[in-house]
């Protein structure tokens, strides 16, 4: 939680870290986390659908209020910015 908390979100790129931060801490696993593509992402309903394993397994995940909270900072404010810069690898 001390690492979610020191991030710096002055900066668009660093309110995606603590997106993450969050995603993995409660409720994703690395891998799934790394192939999530954000139609899979219902806010709404706050939730996750994840596809995982080589059979095509999925489970729908609830998400808690701090990745509620730190996703939509990200996609409101840092997202689009980041997707624009030139030669950048960013995913997410």
């Known amino acids: 939680m001390q690492l979610i908390e020191s ?6 790129i660093a309110l995606r ?8 801490n409660r409720v994703l696993r ?18 996750v659908f994840v596809r995982f394993g080589k ?8 998400l808690g209020e701090g990745a509620i909270a730190a996703l939509v900072a990200y996609l ?3 997202r689009l910015y980041l ?9 997410f």
Request: glycine letters at 4%; zero cysteines.
């Open 83 to 91: 997707m624009n810069l030139p030669h950048r690898a960013l995913s």
């Open 30 to 47: 690395r891998g799934e986390l790394a192939s999530l593509d954000l139609t899979e992402v219902d806010l709404a309903s706050a939730t």
């Open 7 to 12: 991030t710096n979100v002055d900066a668009p």
């Open 76 to 78: 409101t404010r840092a």
């Open 17 to 24: 870290d603590p997106a993450i931060l969050e995603l993995l």
């Open 55 to 62: 059979r095509g397994r999925s489970r729908i995940v609830p």
